[in-house]
């Protein structure tokens, strides 16, 4: 019999909720009250997420953010500043003991990533995992990837593109060096693709998720059972959101 | 003074440190170490920076304080190491 575990669906939620709906279940699972969970979510509006240690002053045009509607969060994971827009962002959370995820940090990386590889490869696209954290397909990036692990549990949460709109980042993020904005972008738009770009057409969040889903089962070897937050998860998320990803102490803390 | 330095580190990530140092005694006031790296525990990245206050802006001294604190607390980088994060705090120096 296949172990269960929880998969979760939260569209359009904010970037403090998002984070906070992670955190709030690496708690949860940490306690031993609910199963190793994956989520499938996106955001709105549409927000940029900055690693750890990153300085949000630094990385983030706040200005234009705020011209275009576009949130700010600073995650509890490392790496690097993502424009969340168009894509499905997946978060899986499991205890760090469990039997399926491997001890050593980039091995387990590269484990999870297998899921998000999987998943693709149910749409008809091959992709490679290349370290630290990103998934390629064709050279170019199409998923980036961070992980944490705190009171013994992983909490590994990522993208994927289902399209992308590199002028509208680079407008958000700032760049070391304003003179060359125009090479940066050509450069990135050669390293990036999308599920939208390499199939020629639009899939669904919905689609894409179903592929996904599929993906963790077939690395995992387990069923994903749609579920619920718990109660608990519901007022945790409240505080993590209240305390810690909708204030400014946390956001600006770098 | 202040300084600010962007470092690639060979085969890792991108650091960017910001330092307030004593330029008389060479020795660093507040650090503040940020960037697209990986760090376990995360916290240990502010307990590094509060352990830095005081250190003499040398290679040799900043490169075994820097590994004799990752020892101490158990860190383990992904994307940056003792010898990036040393190169990056001297970059800083006018």
Avoid at chain 1, 30 to 37: A, D, I, L, N, R
Avoid at chain 2, 50 to 67: A, F, G, H, V, Y
Wanted: glycine share 6%; with cysteine; hydrophobic share 35%.
């Amino acid at each position: 019999m296949k172990e269960k575990w929880r998969l979760l669906k939260t569209e359009d939620k904010t970037a403090f909720t998002n984070m906070a709906i992670d955190r709030a279940v690496l708690v949860t699972n940490s306690e031993g009250k609910v199963p190793p969970t994956v989520r499938f979510y996106t955001w709105k509006p549409p927000a940029i997420s900055i690693g750890y240690f990153q300085s949000l002053e630094e990385e983030v045009d706040l200005a234009v953010c705020k011209e275009l509607g576009v949130d700010f969060v600073r995650r509890i994971t490392g790496g690097g500043a993502v424009f969340h827009d168009k894509e499905l962002t997946y978060s899986i959370v499991i205890s760090e003991s469990h039997p399926q995820i491997p001890r050593n940090i980039l091995e387990s990386y590269g484990r999870i990533c297998g899921a998000v590889m999987n998943g693709l490869k149910n749409l008809g696209i091959e992709s490679k995992y290349v370290p630290i954290n990103d998934i390629v397909t064709n050279g170019k990036k199409i998923s980036g990837n961070a992980q944490t692990r705190k009171i013994k549990t992983v909490l590994q949460h990522g993208t994927v593109l289902l399209d992308v709109d590199v002028e509208k980042m680079f407008s958000l993020l700032k760049v070391p060096d304003e003179k060359i904005r125009d090479k940066l972008i050509s450069d990135v738009k050669e390293r990036v693709t999308s599920i939208r770009h390499l199939l020629g057409k639009n899939i669904s969040f919905d689609n894409v998720a179903e592929a996904m889903k599929k993906g963790f089962e077939e690395e995992f070897n387990v069923k994903l059972t749609p579920g619920k937050l718990t109660e608990e998860e519901i007022i945790l998320t409240k505080k993590f959101e209240k305390e810690c990803f909708g204030s400014r102490d946390w956001n600006y803390k770098k | 003074m202040q300084g600010k330095s962007v470092y690639k580190v060979p085969n890792g990530k991108l650091l960017k440190i910001f330092l307030d140092y004593n330029k008389k005694t060479k020795s660093i006031n507040k650090i503040n170490i940020t960037g697209d790296f990986f760090a376990y525990p995360e916290e240990a990245i502010e307990i590094m920076e509060n352990q830095l206050r005081n250190t003499l802006l040398d290679r040799e001294i900043l490169l075994n304080k820097i590994n004799s604190m990752i020892k101490e607390n158990n860190i383990e980088f992904i994307g940056l190491n003792a010898e990036g994060l040393t190169e990056g705090i001297l970059m800083c120096l006018k």
